[in-house]
């Protein structure tokens, strides 16, 4: 299992574009967490997907958006692209396990860069 | 407001002496605590959490409720430990959001 990966690993986009970032969870994994981690910053929560739908959001204007398959695979969607969207975007998937435990697991990330 | 703190940026510290990285948060209610590490070109993963009250690689970190502190401490630091350090916290709700702190870079010296 190679964990969470994410696609692409880098990224150059322009002001005022739009911009998709993938995700694919850890096997066994239904949960799909995205952070953005803006630099000499911890993550900050963007958006969880279970279920294929939206189960909880952190403070994020509707230009980030996201999509969750049936394969548990996920999508982060930003539209109109701002310099301050620059950041390393951490995708993380769970799952809640017979006892009840969970761990968030974390990709490497992919490093968008806004110009 | 939820918050966590984690005040110092940078800590350099001798091999074999003490390691103490301070976490302070601000939560309304329970909150669950985590330690996170992210090693140099490696990704952000999970040290330990004080509901398993485990000592990982050396590491505990005991939750202090009337403080609202979770420092992590380590009695003798080794080269290896050298790494980014991140604090965060979550509801007891299962596979909540995680709310990080800064994070503080640990640099172990020779």
């Known amino acids: 299992d190679a964990g969470v990966t994410q696609s692409p690993t880098h990224l150059i986009k322009t002001r005022g574009q739009q911009v998709t970032l993938r995700c694919s969870p850890k096997s066994g994994h239904d949960t799909v967490s995205w952070y953005q981690q803006a630099l000499g910053q911890g993550p900050q929560f963007i958006f969880q997907y279970y279920e294929e739908e939206e189960r909880q959001r952190g403070n994020f204007p509707d230009r980030f958006s996201g999509h969750q398959f049936p394969n548990y695979s996920s999508e982060l969607n930003v539209n109109a692209l701002l310099l301050g969207d620059s950041a390393l975007y951490l995708c993380?998937?769970?799952?809640?396990?017979?006892?009840?435990?969970?761990?968030?697991?974390f990709g490497p990330g992919t490093r968008l860069t806004v110009t | 407001a939820q918050r966590v703190t984690q005040p110092e940026k940078l800590l350099s510290v001798f091999k074999g002496a003490p390691v103490e990285l301070k976490c302070n948060y601000s939560?309304?209610?329970?909150?669950?605590l985590f330690w996170y590490v992210q090693y140099s070109r490696q990704r952000l993963q999970l040290l330990l959490r004080h509901i398993s009250r485990e000592s990982i690689k050396g590491f505990t970190a005991d939750l202090n409720k009337g403080e609202t502190s979770f420092h992590l401490k380590k009695p003798f630091a080794q080269e290896e430990d050298s790494a980014m350090y991140y604090c965060?916290?979550?509801?007891?709700?299962?596979?909540?959001?995680?709310?990080f702190g800064k994070g503080t870079r640990l640099h172990i010296l020779p």
């Open positions: 939560y309304s209610g329970s909150p669950e």
């Open positions: 993380a998937s769970s799952s809640i396990d017979a006892s009840g435990s969970y761990e968030q697991y």
């Open positions: 965060a916290l979550s509801s007891m709700n299962r596979d909540d959001k995680i709310i």
